[in-house]
């Protein structure tokens, strides 16, 4: 009689753990967790410098986690323990802006909040990073912050002449958004590997520019769009860092401008401003930091280095004020920002979520009620 019952709680067990291994197989071969690079594009990543032992990697040794816990117990405690005010006590103050009837020949920049923004320069239009439904692959994780969630791709002007993706995490790349705008997007360009995504997901290869560290697209005349290092990681899945991560830099005949990504602080960004100088707008992360990753996010005390490694006219920075995806208060990015262009002294501009900003005027520090408690 012993043994039946060994034998039933073994049975009981094992079934638990096929079920579970089941639904597991089944949620994370959903579609918007894309799709692992294959055929060409597979032999073309592994031609790539920047991967090797089956994996791209960091110009630099980054770790991901710098400290003694695990990815996974730094995700249970990060789903588990809630520092205080990690989320605003109120609404953020966002405005809802008619994009359609923006000029298209202004070049400005219009902020959705994180690292979602639209620019437009020298008559084209440029949405970098857009998360509009979902920025994990469950709704009731990284809930954006009251307030934010005011733009659906339907508000944005048809002709995006480039989507540009800088990497394929959940808060970057909105499987959602990407769908509803696959007839609206001219040129999607991204890293080595991200277009494995957007071709499973129905957008045509032709479409898709992908691009290594160092590659240029150089298809529109008098417009030049360079992929260029970040220090991070990439991954939808279980399998991490199988496309590549990246920062852009755009040059158009009015501006030239730097798109960050995600980042931690390395001698990319120096490197970068040598190669590229007169960059007149960079556009940085700032936000999600936390010493257990602190190579792959950009650290307090290193914004203002990146800024002037970069020489940068003019500072943006994004990857805020949308999202608790670290443990700091939701607003310290606001304060470390303004703290490291008076350190650094370099020219700060803060953004409104929804409110443009023209880019062709001198640039001036502006108050933004995301500041508000």
């Known amino acids: 009689m012993k043994r039946r019952r060994i034998m039933i709680a073994i049975g009981t067990i094992l079934g638990i753990i096929i079920v579970a291994a089941i639904a597991g197989a ?8 894309g799709r692992l690079p294959q055929g060409e594009r597979l032999q073309r990543i592994r031609q790539s410098p920047n991967y090797h032992n089956g994996q791209f990697h960091n110009q630099q040794p980054s770790p991901m986690m710098t400290s003694n816990h ?18 605003p006590s109120q609404p953020i103050e966002a405005v809802k802006t008619d994009l359609k009837s923006l000029p298209k ?11 979602s923004y639209m620019l437009q320069l020298s008559g084209q239009r440029i949405l970098v990073d857009p998360v509009f439904y979902k920025a994990s692959p469950v ?20 002709g995006i002449d480039y989507l540009v993706i800088s990497h394929d995490h959940w808060d970057h790349l909105d499987y959602d958004t990407a769908k509803e ?89 120096k490197e970068i401003g040598t190669r590229f100088p007169g960059i007149d707008l960079a556009i940085l992360e700032n936000g999600q930091y936390n010493d257990d ?21 003019q500072v943006i920075t994004v990857h805020h004020s949308k999202y608790a ?16 262009a008076k350190q650094y002294d370099f020219n700060l501009t803060v953004l409104q979520i ?20």
């Open 181 to 269: 705008l696959r007839r609206r997007v001219g040129k999607v360009i991204c890293p080595l590997g991200v277009g494995e995504h957007f071709e499973y997901w129905g957008y045509d290869k032709s479409q898709l520019i992908e691009l290594d560290w160092n590659e240029s697209d150089t298809t529109k005349l008098g417009f030049r769009i360079h992929c260029l290092p970040a220090r991070h990681f990439s991954g939808r899945g279980l399998k991490p860092n199988q496309s590549l991560w990246a920062s852009f830099l755009v040059e158009t005949p009015s501006l030239t401008v730097f798109i960050g990504g995600d980042s931690g602080y390395g001698t990319h960004f």
């Open 26 to 33: 089944i949620f994370v071969n959903q579609p918007s967790f």
């Open 139 to 158: 709704a009731f994780v990284n809930k954006p912050f009251p307030g934010t969630d005011i733009y659906k791709p339907s508000d944005l002007p048809d």
């Open 293 to 313: 990753w602190k190579y792959i996010h950009t650290m307090p005390q290193y914004l203002g280095k990146a800024a002037k490694d970069l020489k940068a006219k």
């Open 70 to 87: 695990s990815r996974w117990e730094a995700m249970l405690r990060f789903l588990t323990e809630k520092p205080k005010e990690t989320v």
């Open 325 to 340: 995806l670290a443990r700091h208060p939701w607003n310290e990015p606001l304060v470390n920002e303004l703290k490291a």
């Open 354 to 373: 929804g409110i443009p900003k023209l880019l062709s005027q001198t640039a001036q520090n502006a108050t933004t009620a995301s500041l508000q408690q």
């Open 105 to 115: 020949d202004s070049n400005l920049i219009v902020w959705f909040g994180h690292s």
